[in-house]
């Protein structure tokens, strides 16, 4: 058997040796040192490096066998074995125990499958993954909050409660609100009343009779009516008096008619600007201050707002979804529910409010709609018997209608914005100053205009002659 064949035998005789730990941990690469030369070895736990040493040794030793094992393969070739984070040394020496190297070695844990997974799951993401003592450390930069956090959960299957975030976020991250409130309320109000009322006797003047129904129920009003004038406790807007003698009987009739119709609309068109995350409030309106009992009889005050009221939160989850989550309120006082209670009075309000979470893209909308209220009343009121004759009924009889409707519609659009400079926006107040005191006295002019900047001008030459705003039919 030559040379050759016995260093062959003695290798894979080695090689049976540490089978079973070869089947553990399985080296990866060979790295080669040289004689005199410092170097740096970094060894995954529960992973082997096969060191090869360019002149043979014949000694080896490594300073904390905890963190890494060791056995050599032959007089030039080492098996280097992770098995648990830290830093040691390996020391190599020759026959006459002269030092040939020292190796630093580091082991981590491993990386090498999370590496490859996060490549599987977020393509194109520039995410690096380093290792610090028995942890990760992410850094770089990626599209989006979403898969930034995707990142960090499937780190922590690797090293539960290790690991530490040093990614960041790129891109746009403000979203830019543009809100459009409008609410359309409608009223229709109806209503027909007849009253009567006579005085005089009859028979001769053997039985005298003074009396009247409805508006003409008291003496006051009889005697208006009876003089041809309406009575003062009227409130319609059509009153009308007739009167006749029959004998010494004076008959006065008063017809009464209201009809009253309304539009109310009210409008705002708030945008708002926040940090994805973040939240931004919006209110126009007002305050109303209400008293609030404390312990030992004091009595403090809240201010409550009404008016139309947003709220919203928004979060750039990946690109150009935006995740908004969203509160609007529209709120208003009520005398109809206000109570006075002592010294203090209380209000009441009536408001109409509504949340919701969507997702949507830059520039894509939404509507809010459906928030109706229908308010319908009618009543009639007469005396009885009488009032129920047909025809001569009418005459002691009153009829009242009265509807109201109420529509209020929300319309969201989200933007992803940047800052620009201030000189790109423009103010209505850019283009008009106070004039001059001979402008004012001479001419009557009650502003003027200037050139502000290009964005102001481009604004003054709008015409604003036609119809413009907004309008809801």
């Known amino acids: 058997m030559t040379m050759h064949d016995s ?22 690469t060979l790295t080669v040192v040289k004689k005199g030369t410092a170097a740096a070895l970094d060894v995954p736990m529960n992973r082997a490096i096969v060191v090869e040493s360019d002149v043979p040794f014949s000694e080896l030793s490594i300073a904390n066998p905890g963190i890494a094992d060791i056995s050599s393969l032959s007089d030039r070739t080492i098996y280097v074995l992770g098995k648990s984070p830290g830093m040691t040394t390996l020391t190599l020496l020759d026959a006459t125990g002269r030092l040939i190297t020292n190796v630093e070695v580091r082991v981590s844990a491993d990386v090498t499958e999370f590496k490859e997974r996060l490549g599987q799951i977020l393509p194109g993401e520039r995410i690096e993954v380093r290792t610090a003592n028995d942890g990760i450390v992410l850094s770089g930069i990626v599209s989006s909050s979403q898969k930034l956090q995707r990142a960090l959960d499937l780190a922590e299957r690797y090293a539960p409660d290790r690991v530490s975030n040093l990614m960041s976020v790129g891109g746009v991250q403000q979203v830019m609100l543009k809100v459009r409130f409008a609410e359309m309320q409608r009223s229709v109000s109806k209503s027909l009343s007849s009253s009567l009322g006579f005085t005089g006797g009859i028979f001769g003047n053997d039985v005298g009779t003074t009396g009247g129904t409805n508006t003409l129920g008291n003496q006051g009003a009889l005697t208006n009516s009876l003089a041809g004038n309406i009575p003062t406790v009227n409130d319609n807007n059509g009153a009308v008096v007739f009167g006749f003698n029959a004998g010494a009987l004076q008959v006065n009739l008063l017809l009464e008619a209201l009809e009253q119709k309304g539009v109310v609309r009210t409008l705002a068109e708030p945008n708002l600007t926040a940090l994805s995350g973040q939240e931004a409030k919006f209110l126009a309106g007002g305050e109303v201050p209400i008293p609030v009992a404390q312990e030992g009889g004091t009595v403090t005050v809240e201010y409550k707002p009404f008016g139309i009221e947003l709220n919203f939160v928004p979060r750039v989850v990946d690109k ?32 109409r409010e509504t949340s919701s979470t969507v997702e949507m893209r830059d520039g894509e909308s939404f509507a809010i709609a459906g928030l109706i209220q229908d308010e319908f009343l009618d009543s009639v009121g007469q005396l009885p018997w009488i009032g129920d ?30 800052p620009t400079r201030g000189e790109a926006f423009a103010l209505p107040t850019d283009r008009v100053v106070p004039p001059s005191e001979k402008a004012l006295f001479l001419y009557g002019k009650t502003s003027r205009t200037k050139n502000a900047n290009a964005a102001a001008d481009e604004v003054a030459k709008q015409d604003f002659g036609g119809s413009y705003g907004y309008v809801l039919d």
């Open 7 to 28: 260093l062959k035998a003695a290798l894979m005789g080695l090689a049976l040796a540490f089978a079973p730990l070869a089947s553990v941990a399985q080296a990866e």
């Open 320 to 351: 150009d979804v935006i995740n908004l989550e969203l509160k609007a309120a529209v709120s208003e006082i009520d005398p109809t529910v206000s109570r006075t209670f002592g010294d203090f009075e209380f209000v009441g309000f009536k408001r």
């Open 389 to 418: 004759v047909p025809v001569l009924g009418t005459l002691f009889r009153s009829s009242s209608y009265r509807r109201r409707q109420t529509e209020l519609v929300i319309i969201v659009t989200a933007h992803l914005v940047t």
